[in-house]
């Protein structure tokens, strides 16, 4: 366990020193207007939705799944709740409108991957293809524009801290304690490492696996409320483009493997800072900021070799428990 | 005979912490039907393993046509005419008869595939073996016979001097089965030599003219086929092992109620329709060779594989078994034999494989309560002597018989009516062995059903009140706690040679 | 496969539930055919739909632009048909065509003669894919992880090269562009689209008459049992992701000739289109079973749906999107319903 996080602490680590040793103020954190603002407080904010949606697929991957529609869920999210506010609803109500549309998507994923048993990744891609035209059917091909102070607050508002960080770190919290204080956890665990034994122990992996979707998408969902919020508007098109590719990535870097099993949710914690203090990096030292993608890849690269199942030893024979067949 | 054209002197192979061979010798003569015996873990696949170049020897050398060889790879052997067919076939159901024979020695035109030649070929080594089946057709068209066939007809498309076929009519009909010999007889009068894996005694001594049997990684016997009666080959199979392990009090106790009556329950192409009755308070032994259909009992009646005919009745009750969690919920409990692929969860800690089952039908919602199952992990860790004694350790770092602990535990925990163990305590030491069988009779007097499989006819026997045999698929016999192992051996091994089908016969019928 | 499934326990036990499965499949041969017939009649009834309700929809013209407007996606869709074909995925290959437009935008504005750009870039794509074909082989890390570094890499790489969109002003480049064959019936399609054919029936050839082609398959259906047989697996497993990338390469010229510029920006999201077109072209993404052909088809369904829309005028161009998701959706269902008949 311990093990497993070490190459993404080391390169978070290395991530910062960087950073501190060209901006000398970067762990500097002030308070103004009873806001706190700091390079730091940037990473996090910026990085909320990411570790959001991050922790849904922390689960989805631990049963052995993959949920690509995340970002389309999140682009639906954003387009429900701004058109509703737009025709002059409740935001509140637009929410929750938005969240219970996502849920029912989730449910979706849910029983293609489950009672039909397709595979996940072509099950979600169903949903990734169609959301999209989903979200922009909703807001009609337009960018919805809002002017909501109480929305506004979801991606945007100040409680010392950012609202949204407050929001992610809860939502952790409340994962980490509903995995451990039930025993959905091991639950997930034991469908994702042995599915066959867990069906002769009686687990009903079908409403496990149902279960992880559902919350995949809430949370994808709540993402793309902090998305639209911030902007005040619905972008069917962009909003939350490719953040289902940095979601897996997060959770990859921090050591849960895409073959199911033992999941870590400080390490896609990591995860999802490393990719974020990436590209916070990378403005700060003066790279242009597109070419953060390049950098992105190779640490990709870098930190799942490191993981990956076929170590090279010294002499460059490789080992793995690869090809002997049964 | 001739001079071996494989000959294998003190093989040894061992894998982490495992020795799977020790100082096997084993020959093969060419034009000659060979039979390979052995019950689970004996070492047959891996003797055929270290063969064709899979396993790498710890010692022992190998020579073939007279030549010290050392495979690295299957490759290697097959291009030096040792071809192998697995039980499952190891072809490419989604490619065409013709390119599953001949891919990768397909016939060419300046680098292009000439079809119709590799059709015309590919029909030709059909015909040698008798198969007349359009080579163009697609591989999972044909019936898994066929498939096998096929598989045959590239493993001798080589010219190969040497043929394994590895327990190739697990999935066969009778039918099917004659084709098949019906084969291995051409290619045995061309002077192929035939190293045959199976466990179905007929087969043995329809095919085979000399057999070798394996028990636990040694060499116990080579004969000619004539020379060795059936129940001799099912004692070197099976083995004694007397004395070794500590006599287990007979319960004097009359068993209970019926807790579980089976009627006329089957699955095609699995295990015959049969009826059995299990009682509470009484330890049922389920014996038979692997293959007999053992497993397959305990499957249905689990409901891992689903019965095509027949009722089960729990308490006096029809019981609909839909799956595993219907079956748990009438108190049934299952330990299969595949500790690794359907028994372990393997990265998960002791305490959590233990408690899993007793999670799984609380829901998630309910968790078992930390202290709760640290009492009952630390209760069955000292019951069951588990060690190392750490809850937090991942399962699959411990050893076999600690693993089929657990597992035990992971079922005791529910408290189970009725407890199915399949093959508990294959691949584990004496010691531990012991301890599960003394665990068994002590939850039987405690008023428990059992259903007890073990390849280990001394086992059964021992902590049985009564035994049911099983072969070739189907229940052959019902038999009393006090019946002795070699009536059961007899039963077993069925065939006329020692005049027990008479009896076999009358203990159907009673 | 990238992500095995979990969902589909089956209600039986592992072997016997294969082992009953395949003994009963005495379906005849067209079984394998019938995804690659549903996508053509698809095809045809989509095309049928547009033809009865437009006027002009039922002309040779139309069915070339599909050609002249696709040209690229379809030698994308055949180099994904590789990959896919072996059970892996390429998720690189939409920013591998804009860093191919930008390489040639690029270079071509630095005076290169095309001949060079042309060499240049099916190089760089090629070994691109050689090197994400490399990592999956050596290092067992999911083809679905290293592609998407590589199309990380091949987008930032762009960026590198230039942020703003560069015009290709090459005569040489844009003569190929312009230029028409005309064909019998006054229709007219580009170089691109003879271009694209070629690459279709070269990979024809290469997957149904070369050992190569036959082991692709051979590992789709059993990496294992190819092994055995003693096929050269890993040449394949890698040589997929090189001719991904060669074809990655190669739409990008397409594309570029289709765009004439170079833009970072190009093709964003296009390995989706890719990966649809191949699945509703009836390929399985666990491997083994599909056809080039189908991907084709797989495309101009796509491109089909696409010119009704725009035909329609009244209906938005999100409805193409939702429309491919339930296309994807109709072809998955159908796939499943094969497999648990075989």
Known sequence: MKNRLLWPVLALVALLILNVVVTPTFFSLRLQDGHLYGSLIDILRNGAPTLLIALGMTLVIATRGIDLSVGAVAAIAGAVTCTHIAAGGNPWVAMGLALALCAVLGLWNGFLVSVLGIQPIIATLVLMTAGRGIAMLITEGQIVTVDSPVYRQVGAGFLVLPIAILISLAVLGLVALVTRRTALGLLIESVGVNPSASRLAGVRARTIIWTVYVFAALCAAVAGLMISSNVSAADANNAGLWIEMDAILAVVIGGTSLAGGRYSLTGTLLGALIIQTLTTTVYTIGIKPEITLVFKAVV??????????????????????????? | MTVPVVDMRGISVEFPGVKALQEVDFRLFPGEVHALMGENGAGKSTLIKALTGVHPLAAGEIRYAGEPVAFTAPAQAQAAGISTVYQEVNLCANLTVAENILLGREPRKFGRIDGR????????????????????????????????????????????????LDEPTSSLDADEVAELFRIIRVLRDEGVAVLFVTHFLEQVYEISDRITVLRNGRLVAEHPTAALSRIDLVSAMLGREMGLLEEIERRSGTPGQAFLVAEGVGRKGSVAPFDLEIRSGEVVGLAGLLGSGRTEVARLLFGADKADSGRILVNGKPLRLTGPRAAIEAGVAFSSEDRKAEGIVADLSVRDNLILAMQAARGWARPVPRKLADELVAKYIELLDIRPADPDRAVGNLSGGNQQKVLLARWLVTQPKLLILDEPTRGIDVGAKAQIQKVVADLAAEGMAVLFISAELEEVVRVSDRVVVMRDRQKVAELDGDVGVDDVMALIAGGGDHGVDHGVEKAVAS | MVAPEVGAVPAKSPGSASRSARSRGRVNVPKRFLPVIATFVVFVATFGVGSVRYEGFASGQVMANLFIDNAFLIVLAVGMTFVILTGGIDLSVGSVVALSTMIAAAALQAGWPAWLVVITVLATGSGLGLAMGWV??????????????????????????????????????????????????????????????????????????TRFGRTVYAVGGSETSARLMGLATTRVKIGVYVISGFCSALGGLLFSLYMLSGYSLHAVGMELDAIAAVVVGGSLLSGGVGFVIGSVVGVLVLGTIQTLISFEGTLSSWWTKIVIGALLLAFIALQRIIVRRT
């Open chain 1, 300 to 326: 990709v690269i870098a930190v799942c070799l490191m993981q990956a199942p076929v170590r090279v030893r010294v002499g460059g024979r490789v080992r793995g428990k690869q090809g002997v067949p049964a």
């Open chain 2, 117 to 164: 030649r590799m059709r015309a070929r590919a029909a030709e080594l059909l015909a040698r073996i008798g198969l007349h089946i359009d080579p163009g057709s697609v591989l999972e068209s044909h019936p898994i016979a066929v498939q096998q066939l096929v598989a045959i007809a590239r493993a001798v498309a080589v010219d190969a001097r040497v043929l394994v």
């Open chain 3, 136 to 209: 999956i082989h050596r290092f067992g890390v999911q083809p679905f992880i290293v592609t998407l570094a590589g199309m990380f890499l091949a987008r930032g790489l762009c960026f590198v090269i230039s942020v703003e969109s560069v015009s290709i002003k090459d005569p040489t480049f844009r003569d190929l562009a312009t230029g028409s064959i005309e064909l019998p019936g006054g229709v007219t399609i580009t170089y691109g689209v003879v271009i694209a054919l070629v690459a279709v029936l070269a990979a024809v050839y290469v997957l149904h008459l």
